[in-house]
């Protein structure tokens, strides 16, 4: 149910701004691919003319570790705003609303505002495959995979511009026709994909991917071990 805070000022209204809980389950494998401190400090030497010390020693399970987001202890995360990217894109398909008025007209609340991560939770598995990089060249990507995978997220949005139903049909809409993460639809990909869900789903999934499994995720950290 959504919360509001609207009220009127003077001989005009204030924007009504109202919350609702949403909560998503994918329909496809979420592919998590994290951009890493390792990336960043290569991307930077080559900027500043640094010396490339030559192809490194390929460690599939250091990558895995690496490509995941950590919302806490334990516990998966990926961007929020990877979420309204995929709901502003359905505007289209959301009757009454343009791309430009989806992104003043709500926003995707983190679980984490620092971190900027949504937690998100799912069965773990190591998935690799081969990647196209620079002009033609291929390469090994290994990268997390959570499958099935659920999340929950709450939804800032104006009552005055749009209203629950909206909400809900863009995830739907964003859900299907672009999804998020590595090969997703919109990248011309079929992985990412997600749906509304209902409270009862979510728990389901969520108790399952807190079951023991056979990788570890208590001492990850953020591109590191």
């Not at 961007?79 to 359905?90: D, I, N």
């Not at 598995?125 to 990089?133: K, N, P, Q, S, T």
């Not at 629950?164 to 672009?178: K, L």
Request: charged share 25%; proline share 5%; with cysteine.
């Amino acid at each position: 149910m959504a919360r509001g805070n609207g009220a009127t000022k003077g001989s005009f209204e204030t924007i009504d701004l109202q919350t609702v809980r949403i909560g998503v389950v994918g329909t496809s494998p979420l592919l998590v691919h994290r951009f890493s401190e390792k990336s960043a400090r290569e991307m930077l030497e080559k900027m500043m003319g640094i010396p490339n010390s030559g192809r490194e020693k390929r460690e599939p399970d250091l990558d895995y570790v690496r490509s995941a987001y950590i919302a806490a202890p334990g516990v998966f995360g990926f961007p929020a705003g990877a979420f309204k990217c995929a709901m502003v894109r359905s505007a289209k398909q959301t009757k009454g609303l343009t791309m430009t008025d989806a992104r003043s007209a709500y926003r995707v609340q983190a679980d984490d505002p620092v971190t900027g991560l949504v937690r998100i939770y799912g069965v773990p598995e190591l998935d690799y495959a081969a990647a196209r990089v620079g002009q033609g060249g291929m390469d090994l990507r290994f990268r997390l995979r959570l499958e099935p995978w659920c999340c929950s997220f709450d939804v800032t949005f104006n009552a005055r511009a749009m209203t629950v139903e909206q909400i809900v049909q863009a995830v739907e809409s964003g859900g299907f026709g672009s999804g998020v993460g590595d090969w997703r639809q919109e990248k011309g990909g079929d992985h990412g994909a997600f749906r509304y869900g209902q409270p009862e789903e979510v728990r389901a999934i969520e108790s399952a991917a807190k079951k023991p499994t056979a990788a570890p995720i208590t001492s990850i950290r953020n591109g590191s071990m």
